[in-house]
């Protein structure tokens, strides 16, 4: 029996959604910009899936640009208001996908001045820490909603609401990709200007995603072409991804309950694992406010590649700490800004809404089976180390 734990990653596209890509291939091929039928047949297809997009946002549908995805819906939210700011001073989260941090990155040569703000031990940035980390010259702000490896939440409205009151005029960029889908979402309670969010973690097609831009707000488009999406995303539209994206979002909203019960197998997962564990514990307190579906568990001394491995003979499939971050060597940056140890593993358990009390089980007892397999090699090793 299979159980796929690693939705943060990515999650399998519904049914609907298939059918809805297959439908748009199929039937709805001409470019939404021709002037005949076909193709306003076609630009009608996209403004609904606008409309979907915009509905699971709470957002106005003429405030959806639409992106090849997280990573480009990020990029666009953050480059975009850097290109047109006075200022060249930006904070960012240290926990910040790579997606937020490496664009920031890339603005220190170009002569920005950036500022991290640490997290505390509960996986969080304090909404003190990032109103004290704002200068006079503060032109872009990034915290994200949900934090992908440890599915921890952020205070963004605190935030937003401060720099309200306060009549802040800086750029407030939102990455919300482990956040929307399933728990309600209505950006007019952030206080942002721009709030990204991925197809492929919401069950939708991979290769899409989605730019909410508050009106009024501005930012520059990251290449000029045809000014397809308002100007701000030129290239032919992707239009089967971004109607199964907007299937996707309007099938989310069909299921207000879920994150509970996520949450629920999450929860149980969790009490599972530390208690057939002895030395399991999660990675942030469990009372922290969390995103529903990600359980971090922390197993100290062990690796955690043998331990993936295991898992995966055993049917399960999850993650060391962030998938993106199994490419480079050594704790994430997420779980160094926190200080953990890389002697320690860290695995991401993530849940989607068809996930199963079946899948939390199996993987319960694998990985005290896991665990068990590997804690002996690791006794041997220790016991007899190779000259
Ligand atoms: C928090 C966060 N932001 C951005 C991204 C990038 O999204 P995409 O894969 O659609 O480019 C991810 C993907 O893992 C993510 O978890």
Known sequence: MIAYLDNAASTPPLPEVLAAVMHTMTDLYANPSSAHGLGAAAARALEQARSEVASLLRAQPAEIVFTSGGTEANALGLLGAAALARGRHMVVSAIEHPAVLRSAESLVSKGWQLSKVAPTPDGRVSAEAVLASLRPDTAVLAVMLANNELGTLQPVAEIGSALRTAGRKLHFHVDAVQFAGLIPLDVATLGADSLAISGHKLHGPKGTGALWLRKG???????????????????????????????????????????????????????????????????????????????????????????????????????????????????????????????????????????????????????????????????????????
């Open 217 to 387: 707000a501005r930012v520059a488009p990251l290449w000029d072409g045809g000014r397809q999406e308002n100007g701000l995303r030129s290239g032919t539209e992707n239009l089967p991804g971004w109607v199964g994206l907007g299937r996707a979002a309007a099938l989310c909203q069909q299921d207000p309950q879920a994150g509970a019960k996520v949450a629920a197998l999450r929860d149980r997962l969790e009490f599972l694992v530390v208690e057939a564990i002895p030395q399991a514990t999660t990675t942030v307190p469990s009372a922290t406010p969390r995103a529903p579906h990600i359980a971090s568990l922390r197993l100290p001394g062990l690796p955690a590649e043998p331990l993936l491995h295991a898992l995966e003979a055993k049917g399960v499939y999850a993650s060391a700490g962030a998938a993106c971050s199994t490419r480079t060597r050594g704790p994430s940056h997420v779980l160094a800004a926190m200080g953990i140890r890389d002697q320690d593993a860290v695995l991401r358990f993530s849940l989607s809404r068809l996930s199963t009390e079946s899948d939390i089980k199996t993987a319960a007892l694998a990985l005290r089976e896991a665990v068990d397999e590997i804690a002996s090699v690791v006794e041997v090793r220790r016991r007899d180390p190779k000259p």
